[in-house]
């Protein structure tokens, strides 16, 4: 594939392994397969190169540029910087793979040092992005991104993609199908994209898209509304969420976490660890939790399975401490709160959401398809069978708000995809939980939200 192939006439769906933390895809880069993770809240292409000497990067298969015939290396260095890690190398283009699309004189980066970034712990050599090419750390003039080349050799009506976010169970070991779909929607869950609500990304006025955005309207407990910040977002009218797959929890403004902890804290079933700096609660807590997305007059409920809201990664009795799906991270600069895996992801066979992204037009913004999928009483009559009942009260009113610790962060979940004039994406959604991290800033001339 190249600036003179004709366009691609079928869509492609490509599997994606659960780590618990985070979705990884297999790439093929110049003749030799990497996992690399999927992450729709950032935009380049990296992967670790055999010069890449960091303790962060070991034990991890690396590109050698000895072993390639079609790697070009541009000179320029790269460097990114995530919520959590970053990255440092240098610029150049190879032949690349993702299923049977071929791109050739890909632009990408080959990293030489890597902090931060767990990338033993996870068995991912580098990081794919899908964000808008806007917050790309590798500036235009060098290339554009895997997602801008694909989308330049699709019809009009395919550009777009949508992705399904499994979930392993820890009582049986087993897992769902996971996969990231370009150019077709994913059948079993629904057959026309009209029954999805549509929203229109949000972006500051005459900025380009960066990041996949909507507003956030209200977060629910047990049907108590909890007050959210202000946002910081200039011209935001409500709190601006991102989707970001490369995120494994929902983090949020401190202050507004903090008392939503408070608000859950009833019979003391939630606490803060200190080491972990993460909010815990008890892993049979139950709670109905909603977040409402999208234009104030329209905006579409979205209920979170119990498991995402109690994230384990083991099997747990009922007097067991599971991490909050939910964690604090005042340092969040693309949006006010990140959505990630936790929100986007399947429960089981329950799924959270159906997400579309689709491309902006010279007569239409970018938008984002939204399909709510999941009954609130069955994601909770699922959680009681492997974590038993609640015996502590629900939240009520007089609750609301009264607790205090630090907190932590990790970053949310999006999926983005670009095309020459617009961008357009898909991801389905559910709910769990991980832990990741999230484009902070770049370098060069680009800023990330």
């Known amino acids: 594939m190249n600036g003179r192939d004709t366009s691609i006439t079928q869509g492609i769906r490509i599997p994606l392994w659960n780590v618990d933390v985070a979705y990884l895809l297999r790439l093929d880069i110049g003749g030799h397969d990497f996992w690399v993770v999927f992450d729709t809240g950032s935009a380049d292409l990296w992967v670790a190169s055999t010069d890449c000497t960091t303790e962060d990067c070991h034990g991890v298969p690396k590109y050698s540029q000895a072993e390639s015939h079609t790697l070009s290396l541009l000179g320029e260095p790269f460097k990114l910087t995530y919520?959590?890690?970053?990255?440092?190398?240098?610029?150049?283009?190879?032949?690349?793979?993702?299923?049977?699309?071929?791109?050739?004189?890909?632009?990408?980066?080959?990293?030489?040092?890597?902090?931060?970034?767990?990338?033993?712990?996870?068995?991912?050599?580098?990081?794919?992005?899908?964000?808008?090419?806007?917050?790309?750390?590798?500036?235009?003039?060098?290339?554009?991104?895997?997602?801008?080349?694909?989308?330049?050799?699709?019809?009009?009506?395919?550009?777009?993609?949508?992705?399904?976010?499994?979930?392993?169970?820890?009582?049986?070991?087993?897992?769902?199908?996971?996969?990231?779909?370009?150019?077709?929607?994913?059948?079993?869950?629904?057959?026309?994209?009209?029954?999805?609500?549509?929203?229109?990304?949000?972006?500051?006025?005459?900025?380009?898209?960066?990041?996949?955005?909507?507003?956030?309207?209200?977060?629910?407990?047990?049907?108590?509304?909890?007050?959210?910040?202000?946002?910081?977002?200039?011209?935001?009218?409500?709190?601006?969420?991102?989707?970001?797959?490369?995120?494994?929890?929902?983090?949020?403004?401190?202050?507004?976490?903090e008392a939503f902890w408070n608000t859950v804290n009833v019979g003391n079933s939630v606490r803060y660890n200190k080491d972990s700096q993460r909010w815990e609660v008890r892993c049979n807590r139950a709670i109905d939790v909603r977040v409402r997305l999208g234009e104030e007059d329209a905006a579409l409920e979205i209920p979170l399975h119990p498991e995402d809201v109690s994230i384990t990664w083991n099997s747990v009795n009922e007097d067991a401490w599971c991490t909050g799906g939910l964690q604090a991270n005042d340092e969040v600069n693309s949006g006010d709160w990140i959505l990630g895996d936790s929100f986007l992801r399947l429960s089981l066979c329950i799924q959270n959401v159906y997400v579309i992204h689709q491309a902006a037009s010279s007569t239409r913004p970018a938008l984002i398809g939204l399909l709510n999928v999941t009954d609130p009483q069955t994601a909770l009559s699922d959680f009681q069978k492997t974590r038993g009942q609640d015996p502590i009260p629900l939240p009520t009113s007089s609750v609301l708000g009264q607790l205090s610790r630090p907190q932590t962060r990790v970053l949310v979940i999006a999926i983005a995809v670009c095309a020459s004039g617009g961008l357009i994406i898909g991801i389905i959604a559910a709910l769990v939980c991980g832990s990741r991290r999230k484009l902070q800033e770049t370098v060069g001339q680009n800023a990330t939200a």
């Open 83 to 257: 919520l959590s890690g970053s990255v440092v190398g240098i610029v150049a283009t190879e032949t690349i793979e993702l299923g049977w699309y071929q791109i050739a004189s890909q632009t990408f980066a080959l990293a030489n040092q890597t902090s931060g970034l767990d990338l033993a712990d996870m068995g991912n050599s580098g990081i794919l992005g899908f964000a808008f090419p806007s917050i790309a750390a590798i500036q235009p003039a060098l290339g554009t991104t895997v997602l801008e080349n694909i989308f330049e050799h699709l019809s009009d009506e395919r550009r777009f993609f949508a992705y399904t976010l499994g979930r392993n169970n820890v009582e049986t070991g087993t897992a769902s199908d996971s996969s990231v779909a370009i150019g077709e929607l994913d059948s079993s869950i629904v057959n026309d994209s009209s029954q999805l609500s549509y929203f229109p990304v949000f972006r500051t006025s005459h900025s380009p898209y960066d990041f996949w955005k909507l507003p956030i309207q209200s977060l629910t407990i047990n049907s108590l509304s909890l007050h959210l910040s202000r946002s910081l977002v200039p011209g935001a009218i409500s709190p601006i969420g991102v989707l970001d797959t490369g995120t494994t929890f929902i983090l949020g403004p401190a202050a507004d976490v």
